[in-house]
């Protein structure tokens, strides 16, 4: 019989002299009891040790036996596959036996234990589990029901999926009205546990909880004073949850429900007020907002706002008291990663920007404390009224300044503080409302920003950027001059929070003031520079971006040989410094590319040594993924990262210095590693490649040609419009093909133009991604019109309809040109949606005289062809301005 098994007493006092070891703090111990384990592993009944600890050696201390159990956990994770039946018989055995452990620590690492062997697909091979673990509920003996219940929440939590799936016969039928039963029960802990196991199958929608959905909110309700905090806590987060997916069942109890959450929302438990909190961030997501909660505002707000104060546990964390450590060194562990952005090519808009609609720009959310406790009270308050401001604009601005008015004065800093965070909240939502209050509010703000403590300083460098867009809307001496004047003296502040804020404040700023900032170059430049010296690890990544936006601001402006003199030597500086390892290259990479891209010939002296390891990155990154496929067990996967950053510096760098990268190219197999770059399982390195071979098809089309019958079925073949970024970044460099290639483009015309035409007539495609599809399409036909005008018909209309709001340039130049040659070669594509045509020409602030003149024959080309009357028929249906404009600049 297997349960015979006994250990043998040599062999256990082995074990627990390495758990012991193992709880040493000393690395180089840590070490050796790592490689002692894994040798262990190579006994069959190793683990059988382990569970023994766990469950049977009762003389040992709990956080010995806690540790064989999470061991065995890991060994389970990793090998369970290759364990003997009899070794997983015993200790599934053991585990069902102990769950009622007298010792909450070893009930928790067997409840551990039993939901790992459960995800590994032993659901189905432990029929028995389930049943037993519902049986045990009943149990009189508390700890054995309480441990039956950690137990099955932590199932219900890993393996929700399964439970709820055919494979297993539909225990959930049995086991939700089961935990129903328990809301009532006598001990607090038990009933947490009942609402957290239900509680898993709420988003889902999972049926055995739709049927009882009735009875699971009157049992909530039953529960909302409960007075247990982890019970409250519960029964808000059941709330919000439902109000995602069961709407229709809490809209008949909604004012009571409002009313409860605002309780909740101020409890004496910071957890269940943070549960509580996001009732009205999921609240104002959905269409009812407006109409249930607007009788509430008056009541809701105050306590918003009330939650935006600090609480003392974050100034602690926060070192709240400290306000000079710019000496510190940081904590390596506090700097988060950071992701690279890859390239993506997009159109200039009437009214200024480049529009990217497929990505958030993230950097002005609320995170102007990100390091503490991630997700707080503080926050999720101030998220909360940042989207109520969004849905009632100034309907809130009502409830909010009178508020306001007490806090902004207020003579005790926390709550001023709270109160410069929520003029920031308010900022985009209540906009229009704020105005008449800005004049007064600015320069007050701004005299925040020399605040004696520390916190106040920093949150008023994000408020202030949340309002950038006034300040720059205004005459410069009046607004953007003190408060450029007073950043810059935050970006040198002896607080690295404060330095921090300010940093990404005033890159806000940069976005907003673009060619404003021309005037103030130099003093600019000074203060960056000086933080360079300055500044620790953390911040100086923040510093490479305002560098970086502030190239990308004020471009050419910024090429002249005194801004070069002082920009220049502290960036490659870093540059020499940092190894090809060192993830500190990315911000640095970024950076560079736009400054490359802003100086043009400025960037000149610096260029080679800054190609030549790009290059390097590049090919170093793709030989160690060759290694890595061949040889997994030599070495590692590269980060690509370093590789999309190259790519994307040699973009820059081929757009900056544009005929002058030549001789680079020539020099260098940049082609070659380009083309393998184009065909990376990872899409943003793809991604990256296609936006690198645009730029050098511009650059020096002398050395792409050669390759040209190579790249473009890789072309083709990524013009899959799941991948949006990959899909623009190759439709770009086709276009930019075109041109260069001239009638030479022919052969290549049947790889790509059915998808183009897909792409162009596919429901929600993002709008960067139709502008650049349509210019392509317009170029290739352009080149080659015999080839693409039979399908005029197929994509006329989302043609003009997608770049009628881009500003007049080059490419808007040459896809007009190709729409003009196509309708000359085939006149019947456009008849029927001839308005578009129209409407699109008239788009034109001013063409170029023969590009006018293309027009000017089209359009009376179809006003003869159909006749004065009816001409008079059609052009009436057109909207007055467009009538207005036709008339004075085509006479028709």
Known sequence: ???????????????????????????????????????????????????????????????????????????????????????????????????????????????????????????????????????????????????????????????????????????????????????????????????????????????????????????????????????RKNVCRALVMLLEVRLDRLLPHMHNIIEYMLQRTQDQDENVALEACEFWLTLAEQPVCKEVLCGHLSKLTPVLVNGMKYSEIDIILLKGDVEEDEAIPDNEQDIRPRFHRSRTVAQQHEGGDSIEEDEDDDDDDLDDDETISDWNLRKCSAAALDILANVFRDDLLLHTLPLLKELLFHPEWLVKESGILVLGAIAEGCMQGMIPYLPELIPHLVQCLSDKKALVRSITCWTLSRYAHWVVSQPPDTYLKPLMTELLKRILDSNKRVQEAACSAFATLEEEACTELVPYLAYILDTLVFAFSKYQHKNLLILYDAIGTLADSVGHHLNKPEYIQMLMPPLIQKWNQLKDEDKDLFPLLECLSSVATALQSGFLPYCEPVYQRCVNLVQKTLAQAVLHQTQPEFCEAPDKDFMIVALDLLSGLAEGLGGNIEQLVARSNILTLMYQCMQDKMPEVRQSSFALLGDLTKACFQHVKPCIANFMPVLGTNLNPELISVCNNATWAIGEISIQMGSEMQPYVPMVLQQLVEIINRPNTPKTLLENTAITIGRLGYVCPQEVAPMLQQFIRPWCTSLRNIRDNEEKDSAFRGICTMITVNPGGVVQDFIFFCDAVASWMNPKDDLREMFYKILHGFKNQVGDENWKRFSDQFPLPLKERLAAFYGV
């Not at 129903?180 to 029960?185: D, I, M, R, T, Y």
Request: charged share 20%; net charge negative.
């Open 1 to 231: 019989m297997e349960c015979q098994w006994k250990p043998d007493e040599q062999g256990l006092q082995q074990i627990l002299q390495l758990l012991k070891e193992s709880q040493s703090p000393d690395t180089s111990t840590q070490r050796s009891v790592q490689q002692k384990l894994e040798q262990l592993n190579q006994y069959p009944d190793f683990n059988n040790y382990l569970i023994f600890v766990l469950t049977k050696l009762k003389t040992e201390d709990e956080p010995t036996r806690s540790l064989s159990g999470l061991i065995l956990k890991n060994n389970v994770k990793a090998h369970y596959q290759n364990f003997p039946n009899g070794v997983s018989d015993f200790i599934k055995n053991e585990c069902l036996q102990n769950i009622g452990d007298s010792s909450p620590l070893i009930r928790a690492t067997v409840g551990i234990l039993i939901t790992t062997i459960a995800s590994k697909g032993e659901l189905q091979n432990w029929p028995e589990l389930l049943p037993k673990l519902c049986l045990l509920l009943d149990s009189e003996d508390y700890n054995t029901c309480e441990g039956a219940f950690g137990a099955l929440q932590k199932i219900c939590e890993d393996s929700a999926e399964i439970l709820d799936s055919d494979m297993l016969d539909r225990p959930l039928n049995v086991m939700i009205p089961k935990f129903l039963q328990f809301f009532k029960h006598s001990s607090p802990k038990i009933r947490s546990h009942a609402i957290a196991c239900v509680n898993q199958f709420i988003i889902s929608r999972t049926q055995a909880l739709m049927l009882h959905i009735d009875p699971f909110i009157e049992n909530l309700f039953a529960l909302a004073a409960d007075e247990e905090p982890e019970v």
